[in-house]
Antibody, heavy 118, light 106 residues
Framework: DVQLVESGGNLVQPGGSLRLSCAVSGFNFNDFTMNWVRQAPGKGLEWLSYITRTSRTIYYADSVKGRFTVSRDNANNSLYLQMDSLRVDDTAVYYCVREITGGWFDPWGLGTLVTVSS | SYELTQPPSVSVPPGQTASITCSGE??????VSWYQQRPGQSPVLVIYQDKKRPSGIPERFSGSTSGNTATLTISGTQPMDESDYYCQAWASTLWVFGGGTKLTVL
């Protein structure tokens, strides 16, 4: 079975940092572009970042550009999101998602909750 | 920046057909995906490339496009279909989601 398991979510103070991880299994991680998506409490889905198979191409949403950094370790089947200068409005469930060639996300992980509060 | 517009809510009686729209500039030139998110759960892909249905998704779910509007149609809507639905499209260097539509079956 294809699985994506996010971890690293926690309570952090404004201005702080957090690193999220996503461990994948059940498919060849090297073959897929990956993305991070978040969902603030009671709100919709917000795409955050995109990283191609070899990390050659990376994109970010304007809301996190300059503060968040996506990376991947193909040898260890893992995706990461380094989040710096966190703000209260970064509070959300963060999902890592596999992008299927041709343009859709499947499957989604269970997500990890990040709470930014003093 | 690119935007996808969905109605905030749609209501449908059980057994009837629900239609959820998603509109955006030049949407007809892009592939659209649709996701279902039940309360407290992660999103699930229900339609990709405008009208294709993943394995395991019931046949009552279908997708179509016309001009700058994509439509998710649920025929014979069941109470279990009550969920939030999101459309998604690629906008050159970023993915964009619609704001979501809450489908109520009543």
């Amino acid at each position: 079975d294809v699985q994506l398991v996010e971890s690293g979510g926690n309570l952090v103070q404004p201005g702080g940092s957090l690193r999220l991880s996503c461990a994948v299994s059940g498919f060849n991680f090297n073959d897929f572009t990956m993305n991070w998506v978040r969902q603030a409490p009671g709100k919709g889905l917000e795409w955050l970042s995109y990283i191609t198979r070899t990390s050659r191409t990376i994109y970010y949403a304007d809301s996190v550009k300059g503060r968040f950094t996506v990376s991947r370790d193909n040898a260890n089947n893992s995706l990461y999101l380094q989040m710096d200068s966190l703000r209260v409005d970064d509070t959300a469930v963060y999902y890592c998602v596999r992008e299927i060639t041709g343009g859709w996300f499947d499957p989604w992980g269970l997500g990890t909750l990040v709470t930014v509060s003093s | 920046s690119y935007e996808l517009t969905q109605p905030p809510s749609v209501s449908v009686p059980p057994g009837q057909t629900a239609s959820i729209t998603c509109s955006g500039e030049n949407l007809g030139d892009r592939f659209v995906s649709w996701y279902q998110q039940r309360p407290g759960q992660s999103p699930v892909l229900v339609i990709y490339q405008d009208k294709k249905r993943p394995s395991g998704i019931p046949e009552r779910f279908s997708g179509s496009t016309s001009g700058n509007t994509a439509t998710l149609t649920i025929s014979g809507t069941q109470p279990m279909d009550e969920s939030d639905y999101y459309c998604q499209a690629w906008a050159s260097t970023l993915w964009v989601f619609g704001g979501g539509t809450k489908l109520t079956v009543l």
